[in-house]
């Protein structure tokens, strides 16, 4: 993804844009799908997929643990059995060591690919649009990070609504939502 130009939010005295919490979430819902060419990941990506890691790695041990998958996925509305847990890690998890490192992670991400991006988006879309009205709010945007382990002030989600409302009406519309994860 390209990123377009983001004004920061400012959290724990480090620099994260919105985008980057947004694009953590929509991973965290996606799964990998294994393309046929090998994309190569550059710095700017490495940084974008540590930030997400680093996100989902509760205990910063530096892997994703099938508790820490699990709190995830129940934080995105999936309720999945251990045994779909395991699956999802042991189709990434190379080495066989029951947990995601950030070098497979950083592989199932580039896996994913151009694959089916617009039905992905409209998927994404409809997991922040927890009403149905078509638009993301702030208070549904609180409440998707909230459930991924990132809890928001009002003044965070404001800026990250403000950084894609492009005509100004104080929500995210479809339209916006794929200009900015675009």
């Known amino acids: 993804m390209t ?9 724990n005295n480090s620099l994260h844009s919105g985008k980057d919490k947004l694009d953590a979430a929509i991973m965290a819902e996606e799964q990998g799908q294994v393309s046929t060419e090998k994309p190569v990941l550059t710095k700017a990506k490495e940084d974008e997929y540590r930030e997400s890691f680093n996100m989902f790695d509760k205990n910063g041990d530096g892997s994703i ?68 009205s078509g638009f993301i709010d702030v208070n549904e945007l609180k ?21 894609a409302d492009l005509n100004g009406d104080g929500s995210i519309d479809y339209n916006e939502f794929v200009k900015m994860m675009s």
């Open 143 to 163: 409440d998707v990070m909230k459930n991924i382990g990132e809890k928001l002030t009002d003044e965070e989600a404001m800026e990250m609504i403000r950084e």
């Open 3 to 11: 990123r377009l130009n983001r004004r920061p939010v400012y959290r």
């Open 65 to 132: 643990s099938c508790s820490e998958l699990r709190l995830i996925m129940q934080g995105l509305g999936s309720n999945p059995s251990e045994e779909d847990i395991r699956s999802m890690i042991k189709e990434v998890d190379t080495d066989e060591s029951g947990v995601i490192e950030f070098k497979e992670f950083c592989d199932m991400m580039m896996k994913q690919g151009d694959k089916n991006k617009d039905d992905d988006l409209l998927e994404a879309f409809k997991m922040f649009d927890k009403d149905g």
